[in-house]
């Protein structure tokens, strides 16, 4: 189990309480925590569409283009604060993703 820091515990609150909004209900343990918001049933969320939400909330939030095109590449959100809880080879994976992205802003061949 990971530790969620209070910012994360507030985002599941607020989407557990919008799910009830939608449904009527508590999400159960098998409910998606992303859901369609047009679907009449508990349905998950497109993930492409789910990444191109998260990335726009991102850019309007300020953050850095090189970590969102590395969280578009391998879905991660890495920060100080949670890359130790990371596996080796996917921090290795958001640094490679950093490193492309400065690449490319350089104009070098990938």
Do not use: C, H
């Not at 789910?50 to 969280?71: E, H, K, Q």
């Amino acid at each position: 189990m990971i530790p969620l820091d209070p910012e994360s515990v507030d985002i599941l609150e607020k989407l557990g309480a919008e799910f009830e909004l939608k449904f009527g209900r508590k999400p159960g343990p098998d409910d998606p925590v992303f859901f369609d918001p047009n679907s009449d049933t508990p349905q998950p969320m497109d993930p492409r569409k789910l990444t191109d939400d998260l990335s726009f909330a991102m850019v309007r939030a300020g953050i850095r283009p090189a970590p969102v095109y590395a969280f578009q590449k391998t879905g991660l959100m890495v920060t100080e604060e949670n890359e130790v809880n990371l596996l080796p080879e996917d921090l290795a994976a958001w640094n490679a993703a950093i490193d492309e992205f400065e690449r490319i802003q350089k104009g070098e061949q990938q």
